[in-house]
């Protein structure tokens, strides 16, 4: 047998090609071991970066909620602070209209009482009320080019004589400046009005006192208002306190300067809601009242031209309440140029003894209770406004101004 170098080497490859076939199927591992992962082994990335991408998305959902809820507070504030600016802006013109109807019905007063001086009569043009009108209709009337903005503004209102009805002020009279006294006559004429509109009369004995005890602390007491009435005397004159340097004035009215005479005094009456202070008085019987009864910074008279007939029946002693009724409707023919028409009046209407005190019943009037309403837009103003009209000066003075809620 011959061998040739040529058929060793070409064995020794072949067999070695084999072994490293064997080995390379040795080394590959079975199909059914890439199915399972060996414990230990890290898990899959695919799962976790997907669980990642929900967390972002609902993140930003949430952001975006959040976001939308501030911004929408946000605007909402604005929105209402918005709408109070221009709530106030229309209550401020509306104000301001107010104050020109003010001055509009001063004018009147003022005109009426240089016409017909020393007179305040029912037919006079200051009686005549003003319903709901629009302003722009006023306006037009005078000629003003601006006539169209008032479009959206009312005005209404009307002028009623304070002195028509029965001022509680009077119960109280100063024959001197500092001395407060009950008057007798007053009382009785109070007393009359409450039966007559089912009141106790003997509330108008607590009234005065009561009345006296807040004046004694205020500036009033000094006012000089003679009065030849009966009355029943009070206590000594109060002295004057609170820095005064003199008999007649005062820097502090109804203070002493230790603030210390002040305690218990009930409160000035300004208005007839003032009765509700008064142990006796319930909110029905004030309501019944305020038709008739009134409360005025000084002692004033009866305007017998614009009384109501239960005032009259009050004032007048003896007269009775058809005789009153009667003594009103005679009036609206003719009214009363002074007090001799108002005696003859009352002669005629069955009233036997006549005594007339000017400083109790009169024919002309100085006090006005001025009722207003604006409506401009959404803004209403309803005030009701005490006017003063001097006829010595002929000017008109405000007195109080009152705002109905």
Known sequence: MRFSWLSVRRASSSSLAGEARIGAH???P????TRFRVRGQPAPRRASHAQQEGAAII?????????????SGMLWRQQVQIRRIENQRLLSQAHWVARGALDWTRLILRSEGDTSAGITYLGGLWGVPIAKTRLSDFLGQIGEVRAEQGGATYLSGSIE???????LRNLVSSPTPGVMQLNLEQIGAYQRLLVSLGVNSQLAKTTAVQLRKSLLQSATRFQTVTSN??????APSPTVEGGATGSNFTDKPGLADDEDNGAGVPLQMTSVD???DIQG??????ARLRPFVTVLPTVTAVNMNTASAEVIAAVVPGMSQSAAQGFVASRKTVFFHNVGDVELALRGAGVQSVSIDPSQMDVNSSYFLIHGRVQHERAEVDRTTLVYRDAMTHTTRIVRVQDQL
Do not use: G, H, W
């Open 26 to 28: 040795a080394n590959t």
């Open 30 to 33: 079975a199909p059914c071991a």
């Open 59 to 71: 993140s930003a959902l949430l952001v975006v909620a959040l976001s939308a809820i501030l911004v």
């Open 161 to 167: 004589d304070a002195q028509a009805k029965f001022n």
């Open 229 to 234: 009435t009966s009355t029943i005397s009070s």
């Open 274 to 276: 003032s009765l509700l």
């Open 281 to 286: 008085y319930t909110p029905e019987m004030v």
